[in-house]
């Protein structure tokens, strides 16, 4: 059995302060505790202010509480003993998160970009050395879901990122597919796109040119050409990070953390 800590490390509650109530209050809790107990304010072994004085401290409800230390806990940085309290866990990693409320610029979410670049690009060649048929045909089932929605005059978002996750998944490695949906589609924002190209013919125009780029990925991958694959998933992810460059130099480095999300590409 483990022993509770001779001394509690933590004397007071002013680690803890009220919350503003703009953002999700779990939320809050949860960052603010993560912070404290990864700059060490917070240190293994220590234990928490119970529900009560976290209630005080911090001004919330009992429920936001105890959804913040669950989420604490998921994340490997909370131990609970039943009877006894929450406690900062000895050996703490802090996973990894991108939370999307924190990109604050069009620059951040172009570095997210980049990052998902070299994942995609590889996930493309294992697709089209790995790909079933029936994996296939998802990915070209996508592609044509992309063409439906340019001739509705819809903005593709969802059918754009169902083709990259179809690509993801005919890796035949689920962790290509997880990533992609940690990634998500709040990578870019949508609204940019629509203030650069107001006429409905020039946002169908914008798209018809990346269908063009998916249309060379996808035969890569039909073909079980793995090189062609990843060179046609380098070029298209490089032409669209330049496409959203010049959107930053056309409407400025401004926030993204409350434009609706975007396509994939």
Known sequence: MSRLPAKDPLQDFSTF????APRGLTHQLVAQVAADITAGRLPPGSRLPTEKEMMVATGVSRTVVREAVACLRADGLVLVRQG???????HVRRPFRIEIDELHSLRE????????TGVEIEAAGLAAERGHAAEIREIAAAYDAIEGAIRRGE????????????????TGN????????????FIIPRQSIRKSLPRLED???????IQTEHLEILQSIRAGA???????MRRHLRNSRKRYQKLAAEFGDGPVAAAAPAAAS
Request: no cysteine; hydrophobic share 55%.
């Open 174 to 185: 689920a962790q290509f597919k997880r990533f992609l949906d940690y990634l998500g589609r």
């Open 17 to 20: 302060r009220p919350l503003a």
């Open 226 to 232: 793995a090189a062609a694959a990843r060179a046609a």
């Open 155 to 170: 903005s593709a978002v969802d059918e754009d990122f169902a083709f990259h996750r179809s690509i993801a998944e005919a």
């Open 84 to 90: 006894v309290g929450a406690f900062v866990a000895q």
């Open 203 to 209: 946002q169908r125009a914008y798209l018809t040119r």
């Open 109 to 116: 979410a172009l570095e997210i970009m980049e990052l998902r």
